[in-house]
């Protein structure tokens, strides 16, 4: 079954406000997440990824910040914008053997208001 | 930089028949990736290749499934025959080589409808 699911499937935010979208993963071996953005008719876009060794990196206007003793991350986005309107999903490197797949979670809609 | 190139983009179908989708990745990459995608949900990786080698096919429907990539560049996905259930888009993905990143880069995919 899946090992990375979010918590809410829609978020509904006011332009300008900041967005975070939350995650959990099962696997307490698990140590290498991603997130990706799909816009509609697109497909999934790399946003940003956290290492096990880290609890939180920061891109340009994004934020994930990883709690390990909670098998919890989360994706903050700074000043929203109705750009940033798409399906947000976490996903995690599956290791088995020297092989490793990425594995989706669910997604969670963003919902920019103007 | 040209990105993962899909077709056909739509394609629709009736039940037993056949269908075939195509991927050229990004120049380069070792690595290529068949998802699926059913409306509403994550995508579901298919079928995974390293170079012309399959590295993973655990969740390929093999008796209707298949999946090729011939000298180690382009790939085709076939379905025969289609069930109502294969409705979905099939994204097709590449990357340098996967160990080290899980930054895949992603076609916009093959949208399947199945009557």
């Known amino acids: 079954g899946e090992s990375v699911g979010l918590h809410l499937p829609t978020l509904s935010v006011q332009e300008g406000d900041n967005s975070i979208i939350n995650c959990a993963y099962s696997n307490s071996a698990s140590d290498y997440f991603i997130w990706y953005k799909q816009e509609s008719g697109k497909g999934p876009q790399f946003i940003i990824d956290i290492r096990s060794n880290m609890d939180k990196r920061q891109g340009q206007r994004v934020t994930v910040l990883l709690n390990k003793t909670v098998k919890h991350l989360s994706l903050q986005i700074a000043a929203t914008q109705p750009g940033d309107s798409a399906v947000y999903f976490c996903?995690?490197?599956?290791?088995?053997?020297?092989?490793?797949?990425?594995?989706f979670g669910q997604g969670t809609t963003l919902q920019v208001k103007p | 930089e040209a990105g993962v190139a899909q077709s056909p983009r739509y394609k629709i179908i009736e039940k037993r028949q056949s269908v075939a989708f195509w991927c050229n990745p990004i120049?380069?990459?070792?690595?290529l990736y068949w998802y699926q995608q059913i409306l509403g949900q994550g995508p579901k990786l298919l079928i995974q290749?390293?170079?012309?080698?399959?590295?993973?096919d655990s969740q390929l429907p093999k008796d209707r499934f298949s999946a090729e990539r011939l000298k180690g560049v382009d790939s085709t996905l076939k379905i025969q025959p289609a069930k109502l259930e294969d409705s979905a888009v099939y994204l097709c993905a590449s990357s340098w080589e996967f160990m080290n990143t899980g930054e895949l880069f992603f076609g916009e995919g093959s949208r399947l409808t199945v009557l």
């Open positions: 996903a995690e490197i599956s290791y088995s053997g020297n092989t490793g797949k990425l594995i």
């Open positions: 120049s380069g990459h070792a690595t």
């Open positions: 290749f390293q170079n012309n080698g399959v590295v993973d």
